[in-house]
Every structure is written in C-alpha cells, then in structure tokens.
C-alpha cells in the first residue's frame, strides 16, 4: 500500500511537501515515482527516483522547483515543492514500480495511492 499525504491550498510562490509511506512490499527493490492529474487532463508523470542509487527524474515543468527524495529506513518519499504556480494544481499521486529503473509512464506502475490535492491559488 501506499500513503499519499500533504497537499493543500498554498498561494502562488508558495511551498508545499509531499509525503508517500508505503507498506506491504520491500520498498528498498522499488521505484519510487510522483504523477498529477488535473480535471479533464491526462495522469502525467512529475518525478521519480530509483530505489537504491538516488537516481531522479523530473519533468521539465517542475525542474528547479521540485525535489523528490527518499528515506528508505521509513519506507517514505518525499516531493518538496516550491516556487509553486497555479499550473502545478492537481491530485498527486504517488506510486511504486517493481523495478530499479525509473520510468514515467503511469502503465509501468504496480502499486498507486489513494492522492493528495494540491491547489494553487493566483
């Protein structure tokens, strides 16, 4: 399973920090990655990071402004968002692949939270 929690209403410029605990699986042999939704849009990928040697991915959006990391010890990952826009509203999840290779496609995910809304006010 996984836990998907801290989003919010946060004005424009603001920060916000994701969290995503997991449970159920060894969560040290998975990749670990953060997608959106926003109405009427495609699920895209955001961010993601291998299970073992840090590797990351970001869209082009959100580089400079988003870092995900992870704890492996509290089977947790974390998206630190800042300098968000109003663009960056959506349901964010989060998800886990049973692979050590990222990736950003939401059909290479096995396990997906439940979602965190995240608002952006002008």
């Known amino acids: 399973q996984l836990q998907a929690c801290g989003g919010g209403l946060v004005q424009a410029g603001g920060s916000l920090r994701l969290s995503c605990a997991a449970s159920?699986?060894?969560?040290?042999?998975?990749?670990i990655g953060w997608f959106r939704q926003a109405p009427g849009k495609e699920r895209k990928g955001v961010s993601c990071?291998?299970?073992?040697?840090?590797?990351?991915y970001y869209t082009d959006s959100v580089k400079g402004r988003f870092t995900i990391s992870r704890e492996n010890a509290k089977k947790t990952v974390y998206l630190q968002m800042n300098s968000l826009k109003p663009d960056d509203s959506a349901v964010y999840y989060c998800?886990?692949?049973?692979?050590?290779?990222?990736?950003?496609?939401?059909?290479?995910?096995?396990?997906w939270g439940q979602g965190t809304q995240v608002t952006v006010s002008s």
């Open positions: 998800a886990a692949r049973s692979k050590v290779l990222i990736a950003v496609t939401p059909g290479d995910y096995d396990y």
């Open positions: 159920g699986f060894n969560f040290d042999d998975y990749a």
């Open positions: 990071i291998s299970p073992r040697d840090g590797r990351t």
